[in-house]
C-alpha cells in the first residue's frame, strides 16, 4: 500500500488563491479526483481526472498535475469555500486499490 | 439529477451486522456503479469497496473483505452494504457514492447523505 500526503491545514484571505498539495509516488501513473466537504455535508467531487471540473463547479476551482504531486487550486477564495478538502486515486495495475488523502482544512481568514 | 438517498441511523451492538440501503434516482440505475466508503468523526475518508450494478462485481478493500457484502435490487433501483462482526472502531458515517464510469470504477461523482452506524454495547 502507499499514501496520499496533504498539508493539514491551509489559510488564506478572502479574495487570495489557496493552493492545496497531495503528494504520492503513484500519482504519475494515476488519474486524481479532488472532493470538498463542508462541516456536516457529504463530499462532492470538485476535479476529475487531475483538472476537469464537473458540471456546476464553479470556475475559480482547478487541478494541475506535475511529477508525484497533483494541486487544487481555488482562485479569488470566497468564504464559502472554506471546507476540508481530499485528493484522491485509484490504482487498477496490480489490485483494486481506492485511496484518500488524509484531508486538508481550509480557513478563509 | 443525479440522487442518492441512504436509509436512517443505526446503533448496533458489538459482534451483530448492519445493512445501509442507497436509493437512487436521475440517472440509468443499471449503467452506474455504487462506492462505498465512510468516516469516523473528525477522521478522514476511507473506502469500502464497489459494486457494478449492471453485472453485479464487487470489489472490497482489502481491510473489509471478510466482513462486508455489496448486493444491489435493480426493480427498485437500490443498492445495499451489509457490514457483520461490529466493533466500536466501525463507529462512522458511511456514504455511498455513485459514478456512471461502471467497468473500473475511480471517482465518487455524486454522494448520498450519509448514514451514521453507532457501534456500541
Known amino acids: 500500500s502507499y499514501d496520499l500526503t496533504q498539508p493539514p491545514s491551509v489559510s488564506v484571505s478572502p479574495g487570495q488563491t489557496a493552493r492545496i498539495t497531495c503528494s504520492g509516488d503513484e500519482l504519475p501513473d494515476h488519474y486524481a479526483y479532488w472532493y470538498q466537504q463542508r462541516p456536516g455535508q457529504a463530499p462532492v467531487l470538485v476535479i476529475y481526472k487531475d483538472s476537469q471540473r464537473p458540471s456546476g463547479i464553479p470556475e475559480r476551482f482547478s487541478g494541475s498535475s506535475s511529477g508525484t504531486t497533483v494541486t487544487l487550486t481555488i482562485s479569488g477564495v470566497q468564504a464559502e469555500d472554506e471546507a476540508d478538502y481530499y485528493c484522491?486515486?485509484?490504482?487498477?495495475?496490480?489490485?483494486?486499490?481506492?485511496?484518500f488523502g488524509g484531508g486538508t482544512k481550509l480557513t478563509v481568514l | 439529477q443525479m440522487q442518492l438517498v441512504q436509509s436512517g441511523p443505526e446503533v448496533k451492538k458489538p459482534g451483530t451486522s448492519v445493512k445501509v440501503s442507497c436509493k437512487a434516482s436521475?440517472?440509468?440505475?443499471?449503467?452506474?456503479?455504487v462506492q462505498w466508503a465512510r468516516q469516523a468523526r473528525g477522521q478522514g475518508l476511507e473506502w469500502v469497496g464497489w459494486?457494478?450494478?449492471?453485472?453485479?462485481?464487487?470489489n472490497y478493500a482489502q481491510k473489509f473483505q471478510e466482513r462486508v457484502t455489496f448486493t444491489r435490487d435493480v426493480s427498485t433501483s437500490t443498492a445495499y452494504m451489509e457490514l457483520g462482526s461490529l466493533r466500536s472502531e466501525d463507529t462512522a458515517i458511511y456514504y455511498c457514492a455513485g459514478t456512471l464510469e461502471w467497468e473500473l470504477p475511480s471517482s465518487f461523482d455524486f454522494w448520498g447523505q450519509g448514514t451514521l452506524v453507532t457501534v456500541s454495547s
Open positions: 484522491q486515486l485509484a490504482d487498477y495495475s496490480t489490485a483494486t486499490y481506492l485511496l
Open positions: 436521475g440517472f440509468t440505475f443499471i449503467n452506474s456503479a
Open positions: 459494486i457494478a450494478v449492471g453485472t453485479g462485481v464487487t
